[in-house]
């Protein structure tokens, strides 16, 4: 039997890497040596950022003579969360971190949404330029304002007090770049039809636009609460007693060097500041991860 002189034309139209086949193929997979770097790199990554956490469970949850050793058999004792409570006050600290990130919270949410749907849907002179100038903000280091916000606060009265944490938080530029971004998305015929049906401008944006912007609602709650619960060096500043400090200051003062350095105490104590962000996200780990990509954020 003769071969053909000329290939067919379905053969001769592929190109040449897909006729060669496997050799094309193989070429575009990773090699293993870069699969096991990445693997490695990704482990040792890992374990660096459980170190301190796996130490603080370890010392936390045993005597403190076993606070520099490892012993397997080494016996459970819940003693150090005991003192750790009864040495500070951490239910006054829990109270007022509890009221500053839900202050701080409420005010952003309702400022961002109502910024953001007039940056989004209202057409008005100066609306790139006034925008551009919120974004600004992204721009600047909140430390950078420690001094100029401790004079307007002092003017003002307010030191040492919760209002004194939240006030320089309360408009949050990258919230209202996020649900701006987020009405933008939102077709405009939902808008009008909810004109046609006797909506007002508030009527629309709390009957379409915040029904339909959860996901960004949520995943910003979660940044927001994650930061400000972490918070330190402005409430150091404008606090001054017990009855204000949040529990990063709280556990900052506890742990000074002169209430003496119990490793174990004060693991316990850590924990205890950290758990109710660690429960919050183990629960609710899938939430938070789905509110991301709905969200848009990368």
């Not at 916000?149 to 919230?175: C, E, Q, W």
């Not at 995943?219 to 330190?232: E, I, K, Q, R, T």
């Not at 506890?254 to 758990?275: E, K, M, N, P, Y």
Request: with cysteine; charged share 10%; proline share 8%.
């Amino acid at each position: 039997m003769n071969t053909p002189a000329n290939p067919p034309a379905a053969l001769a139209a592929q190109p040449p890497t897909e006729r060669a086949g496997t050799p094309a193929r193989h070429a575009a997979r990773p090699l293993p040596v870069d699969r096991w770097l990445n693997t490695l790199g990704a482990w040792t990554l890992g374990i660096i950022w459980l170190a301190p956490l796996l130490y603080a469970i370890w010392t936390a949850f045993h005597p403190a003579e076993f606070s520099t050793r490892f012993a397997p058999l080494a016996p459970l004792t819940l003693d150090n969360f005991r003192a750790a409570w009864e040495a500070a006050p951490f239910p006054r600290y829990f109270l007022n971190t509890s009221a500053l990130v839900a202050t701080i919270l409420a005010g952003q949410l309702v400022l961002g949404t109502l910024a953001a749907y007039a940056f989004a849907r209202f057409e008005f002179p100066g609306r790139d330029v006034v925008f551009a100038l919120v974004l600004v903000q992204l721009m600047i280091m909140p430390d950078m304002m420690i001094v100029e916000n401790y004079r307007s606060i002092h003017a003002l009265g307010l030191v040492d007090t919760v209002s004194a944490m939240a006030l320089p938080y309360i408009a949050s530029a990258f919230g209202i770049f996020l649900l701006r971004q987020t009405f933008k998305t939102i077709p405009r015929e939902l808008e009008e039809a909810a004109r046609i049906e006797g909506c007002g401008t508030l009527g629309v944006l709390w009957r379409v636009y915040v029904p339909l912007a959860k996901p960004t609602y949520l995943a910003y709650a979660l940044v927001s609460v994650s930061h400000h619960w972490n918070n330190f060096l402005w409430p150091l500043i404008v606090t001054n007693t017990v009855n204000t400090r949040p529990i990063t200051v709280g556990l900052a003062v506890f742990a000074g060097t002169d209430q003496g350095i119990d490793w174990a105490v004060i693991s316990a104590a850590t924990l205890l500041a950290s758990g109710p962000l660690l429960v919050a996200f183990l629960l609710f780990q899938r939430q938070f991860v789905q509110s991301f990509l709905r969200a848009g954020i990368r």
